[in-house]
């Protein structure tokens, strides 16, 4: 007997993942200044503030994604399971980047590179699951209304992978490194999701 998914489940265990995220950041603040209640360095407020930001930020596409379709299975959780796997590493290899920017960890070029490559790997990771989820909803949920916007939500975020395999690229060959090329690259993320935008719209007659 085939059973049948229930996606409010799937929903809070994500939600539960992405709070013990948020946890361990707090901890690593904590453990970082460990000598002092009072005393919070800039590096470690503005490296925890932005991992918080970008935690929530995946959270809301990951929220999105269920406002969008009902529809679930076993790949979608698959890609799911992968994505929530992703976002427990995912948020330490940027704040340790952040970190180096402020000088509050040394890091030589190869580290520096390493950290990007890293976080390239994150990036492409989480968003390749999203993509493919999306796709997967896209050729599944017929039923669905707006399934056109499923499809181009899952061609939005491959743009996303696509952005962060060139900043690994430009890491491993050390490109610019010194003046942060790698990490620049992503500020391209929003003329290229525009143009998307623009040409979907235009070829399939949606209005995005």
């Known amino acids: ?9 799937i929903e809070a265990f994500s939600d539960a993942v992405f709070a013990f995220a948020a946890t361990l950041l707090v901890v690593s603040l904590e453990d970082e200044n460990s000598s002092s209640i009072l005393k919070i360095e800039l590096a470690s407020f503005v490296g925890f503030f932005v991992s918080f930001f970008v935690l929530v930020l995946l959270w809301q596409v990951h929220y999105n994604f269920f406002r969008r379709t009902n529809y679930l299975d ?9 994505l929530l796997f ?10 340790s980047l952040i970190n180096s920017m402020f000088g509050k ?9 390493s950290l990007f490559i890293m976080y ?28 056109i916007y499923l499809l181009f939500c899952a061609r939005h975020f491959a743009i996303f992978i696509g952005v962060s395999l060139t900043s690994i690229v ?8 010194v003046f942060g090329a790698p990490g620049f690259m992503y500020l391209i993320l929003g003329p290229l999701c525009y143009a998307h935008g623009v040409w979907f719209n235009k070829k399939f007659n949606a209005t995005i």
Not at 170 to 177: E, M, P, R
């Open 86 to 95: 992703v976002v427990l590493y995912f948020v330490f290899p940027l704040k």
């Open 105 to 113: 960890l040394q890091v030589n070029e190869d580290s520096l590179s």
């Open 120 to 147: 390239g790997w994150g990036i492409a990771l989480i968003f390749t699951a999203i993509s493919l989820m999306y796709l997967r909803a896209y050729k599944k949920d017929v039923a669905n209304e707006n399934r």
């Open 74 to 82: 076993n790949w979608i959780i698959t890609f799911n399971s992968i």
């Open 1 to 9: 007997m085939k059973l049948l998914h229930n996606i409010s489940r």
């Open 170 to 177: 430009l890491s491993s060959l050390k490109v610019g490194l």
